[in-house]
């Protein structure tokens, strides 16, 4: 059974920093790409970075500079250091692991709010 578990998210004022942790299970974590998407109330789901089996990374525009996407294939772990968080940050953030459009796993998500 695959399971993709998010942990780190909480409140925050603006500028300051998270790191959102993905463990996952039931899969052969190597060989994923995996990635962290987010979900503001009212809006669409938004990738927001991803990283290859490889170690390429890619990040949205929005979030260029101030959020880092690593992964330790010891551990079947993904991570998203998060910092100088503002307001429009706030949202659900979910993990995604996906080798194929057979294969593709989400999380249930981890709440990020940046609120003064």
């Known amino acids: 059974q695959v399971q993709l578990v998010e942990s780190g998210g909480g409140s925050v004022q603006p500028g300051g920093s998270l790191r959102l942790s993905c463990a996952a299970s039931g899969i052969t974590f190597s060989s994923y790409a995996m990635g962290w998407y987010r979900q503001a109330p009212g809006k669409e789901r938004e990738l927001v970075a991803t990283?290859?089996?490889?170690?390429?990374?890619y990040y949205a525009d929005s979030v260029q500079g101030r959020f880092t996407i690593s992964r330790d294939k010891a551990k079947n772990t993904m991570y998203l250091q998060i910092n100088s968080l503002k307001p429009e940050d706030t949202a659900v953030y979910y993990c995604?692991?996906?080798?194929?459009?057979?294969?593709?796993?989400w999380g249930q998500g981890t709440q990020v709010t940046v609120s003064s």
């Open positions: 990283i290859s089996s490889g170690g390429s990374t």
């Open positions: 995604n692991a996906r080798m194929s459009l057979q294969f593709d796993y």
